[in-house]
């Protein structure tokens, strides 16, 4: 069955860089295009990425363009977020997810357990 | 910020039908796009319920159902059961924001 675990988190001080991993198994990676999306804590979910099968093609939500990066190792079925600079409003739990395009959009059809990310001033 | 909106809550009794609905515009559901819903529990990862619409993934009761009407779309659950108490979020594509979007969510009760 599809697995997706995150791994990265932690405490991280405002100003500075976050790198999250995303380990895949029991699916061709290679085949499907991948996301992050967070949700703070109380608060609903925020999609911040996805990336194709290849790699080739990158979309970020305009609220962390800039600053965030997205990569895979598709010979590792491995998905990284990278993001700096940190701010408080970054405190959330980050999703690996998995997604299959329909019609030229993605649905998200299954998701990490998430990796917790807190940012103290 | 969000585009698609939904009640903060709906609640009903068991047994009952209960309808959940998430309003867009002309970027998003308005122009098209597609919607689909996840269900979360606390603590949970969230689960796709509904894709395109209309479908339900494999292992998804026939009890939920999806539609999609001009701006807006809807989610129904019939014969509702306490294990449906969650959070129900619906989500689209957005070409003014160019990316996904995510509704405010729904917290089903069961009375």
């Known amino acids: 069955q599809v697995q997706l675990v995150e791994s990265g988190g932690g405490l991280v001080k405002a100003g500075g860089s976050l790198r999250l991993s995303c380990a895949a198994s029991a699916f061709t990676f290679s085949d499907f295009y991948m996301s992050w999306i967070r949700q703070a804590p109380g608060k609903g979910l925020e999609w911040l990425a996805d990336?194709?099968?290849?790699?080739?093609?990158?979309h970020y939500a305009e609220s962390v363009r800039g600053r965030l990066s997205v990569s895979r190792d598709n010979s590792r079925n491995t998905l990284f977020l990278q993001m700096t600079p940190l701010t408080a409003d970054d405190t959330a739990l980050y999703y690996c997810v998995r997604g299959t395009l329909w019609f030229g959009e993605l649905s998200f059809d299954f998701w990490g357990p998430g990796t917790l990310v807190t940012v103290s001033s | 910020q969000s585009m698609l909106t939904q009640p903060p809550s709906v609640s009903g009794a068991p047994g009952q039908r209960v309808t959940l609905s998430c309003t867009g515009s002309?970027?998003?559901?308005?122009?098209?796009?597609?919607v689909n819903w996840y269900q979360q529990f606390p603590g949970m990862a969230p689960k796709l319920l509904i894709y395109v619409n209309t479908n339900r993934p494999s292992g998804v009761p026939d009890r939920f159902s999806g539609s999609k009407s001009g701006t807006s779309a809807s989610l129904a659950i019939a014969g509702l059961q306490a294990e449906d108490e969650a959070d129900y979020y619906c989500?689209?594509?957005?070409?003014?924001?160019?990316?996904?979007?995510f509704g405010t969510g729904t917290k089903v009760t069961v009375l």
């Open positions: 002309s970027s998003n559901i308005g122009a098209g796009y597609d």
């Open positions: 990336i194709s099968a290849s790699g080739e093609t990158i």
């Open positions: 989500q689209s594509y957005d070409s003014s924001l160019s990316g996904y979007v």
